[in-house]
């Protein structure tokens, strides 16, 4: 009788070690499976910060002229990037999944301010370059008479990936 039973039993037995053999199997591939998704994860946040490998600029002063905007006399300063094509240029995509500049909702990705060295107040910004190379029109204009400031630096502000890259001050 005791055979007769666990012959009964038996294969409820090997049909319960199957199920759980295949469970393990199950748990071993969604293991795996998400393994390999952070896996990838992590290879993408990384080709992301290779890609991105972005230096500090090389701030540059290019001169200044002297112009008359809507009947005010202006000196207005330009400054350049001498290191721009060492920047990826993936920073100045647009996004127009974050914040607006203004009323702009296609702005890029990086904005570029400047600022006066010996206050850090910013002076002036830029929010729609589309390529590296437009850091090398970059300018701020001080009303003929005032003083401008003695050096400016400026700042890359990647907006996606919250960095911040900072320049000579020149």
């Known amino acids: 009788m005791k055979s007769k039973y666990y012959v009964q039993f038996s294969s409820l037995l090997t049909v319960g070690w199957m199920l759980s053999s295949l469970g393990s199997v199950s748990a071993a591939v969604q293991t795996s499976t998400v393994g390999q998704l952070r896996s990838n994860t992590t290879v993408e946040r990384n080709y992301n910060q290779i890609a991105l490998n972005v230096p500090n600029p090389l701030l540059v002063f290019q001169g200044s002229q002297s112009e008359t905007i809507n009947g005010v006399s202006l000196q207005r300063y330009r400054l350049g990037v001498s290191n721009w094509d060492e920047i990826s240029p993936e920073i100045f995509q647009k996004a127009p999944n974050l914040p607006p500049c203004g009323k702009n909702n296609n702005s890029s990705r990086t904005w570029v301010d400047i600022f006066d060295t010996q206050t ?51």
């Open 120 to 170: 850090n107040q910013p002076i002036y910004g830029f929010c729609g370059f589309s390529s590296p190379k437009d850091l090398n029109s970059l300018w701020f204009a001080v009303e003929t008479g005032k003083t401008p400031p003695k050096s400016v630096y400026i700042v890359l502000k990647d907006r996606r990936l919250n960095k911040t890259y900072r320049s000579n001050s020149v």
